[in-house]
């Protein structure tokens, strides 16, 4: 195909013209750059990434190489402590920081029993089990309904090359509750009894208390004047009887659903009695309990008996004496 001479001028400056202008993008003109804005802050770094660019630039693959992960570590502290009352749910720390691909295995050190690995529990126990939220750093070994034979070393372990792991000390304590105060307790007729009962070693609150009156649950005998409250943190309960009666004398008894019960007498004392002559009455009847009672009495009946050898030995003694003299 021939295109008439004006039409090959045209197409021919054209050309030249595409030619130019694309040698000038080439050749770069530092005076047609486009000023580059500062930043008001920096940007954080991007996270380093291994990755291997080919290219024909010699020196540059090593260098791009030598770039390495962040390395992998702990930000709970080796050798840790966690104290969990029994019958809780333990919560076995492990954060672990730049874990990449790793995956975090939780080992039983007693007997080095798998129990964890990544999020699969691998123990027939099914108390067992990682606890993970997607993207966290937390690897939280959660132990529920802690037993005594649960205490030891538990080891979670990194899949870093090579594997890294830190120890962590699960302590399972009984919490046992307590009613403050003295075992037994002297109240007048008509006054307040107000008994209080803490939990002791415990790691986490109760979800209820049950008090008992001798065998009776009494929580919610409100028509005999009966208040059962909780502090805030569900750690005290309080039994309060607005104007205590005879009838509400007896073994009280604190029952926590998650500690050792505890129990303490009361004695409701007639109105006209004196308390002092009262607390003796009350005394008189626990005084045969008491074992260091029973050694005074005890100690009084030997020194008894040794003052009557000794009587039977000047008796004999005087016989003897008396039959001397007769000879
Ligand atoms: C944690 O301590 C144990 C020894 O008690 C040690 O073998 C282990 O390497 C430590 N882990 C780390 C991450 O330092
Ligand atoms: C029981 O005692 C608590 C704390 O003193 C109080 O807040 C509550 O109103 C009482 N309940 C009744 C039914 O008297
Ligand atoms: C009070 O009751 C508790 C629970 O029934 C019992 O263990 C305790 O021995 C009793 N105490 C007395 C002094 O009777």
């Not at 009838?247 to 007639?270: F, I, M």
């Amino acid at each position: 195909m021939m295109l008439p001479p004006s039409q090959q001028r045209a197409l021919l400056l054209l050309l030249s013209a595409l030619l130019v202008s694309h040698v000038s993008c080439l050749g770069e003109k530092p005076s047609e750059k486009k000023p580059v804005k500062p930043l008001a802050a920096p940007l954080p770094a991007p996270p380093p990434v291994i990755e291997i660019v080919h290219t024909d630039v010699p020196g540059q693959e090593e260098q791009l190489e030598t770039v390495s992960p962040p390395p992998v570590f702990f930000a709970t502290e080796n050798s840790s402590v966690v104290t969990a009352q029994t019958g809780s749910t333990a919560l076995v720390p492990c954060i672990v920081k730049n874990i990449g691909d790793g995956v975090i295995s939780w080992i039983r050190r007693k007997d080095y029993h798998l129990l964890t690995v990544g999020l699969t529990t691998y123990s027939s126990d099914e108390r067992y089990q990682a606890v993970h939220a997607q993207h966290s750093e937390d690897w939280t070994l959660q132990v529920k309904f802690v037993q005594e034979r649960d205490a030891g070393l538990y080891e979670c372990q990194v899949s870093s090359h090579p594997p890294t792991s830190i120890f962590i000390d699960l302590r399972v304590v009984e919490a046992k509750a307590e009613i403050v105060g003295p075992a037994e307790k002297f109240l007048k007729m008509g006054s307040t009894l107000k008994l209080s009962c803490v939990l002791r070693q415990s790691t986490e609150p109760f979800l209820y208390v049950f008090w008992y009156h001798n065998n009776r649950m009494i929580n919610y005998d409100a028509d005999r004047g009966v208040n059962v409250s909780a502090d805030e943190s569900r750690t005290s309960s309080t039994l309060v009887i607005s104007s205590a009666q005879r009838t509400d004398s007896g073994n009280y008894s604190c029952v926590p659903n998650n500690a050792q019960p505890a129990s303490t007498y009361v004695h409701v004392l007639n109105a006209g009695e004196n308390p002092a002559a009262m607390q003796t009455g009350g005394r008189g009847l626990s005084w045969l309990r008491s074992p260091s009672l029973w050694l005074l009495a005890g100690c009084v009946a030997l020194t008894l008996s040794a003052g009557r050898g000794g009587a039977v030995d000047e008796a004999s003694r005087s016989r003897r004496r008396r039959r001397v003299n007769s000879l």
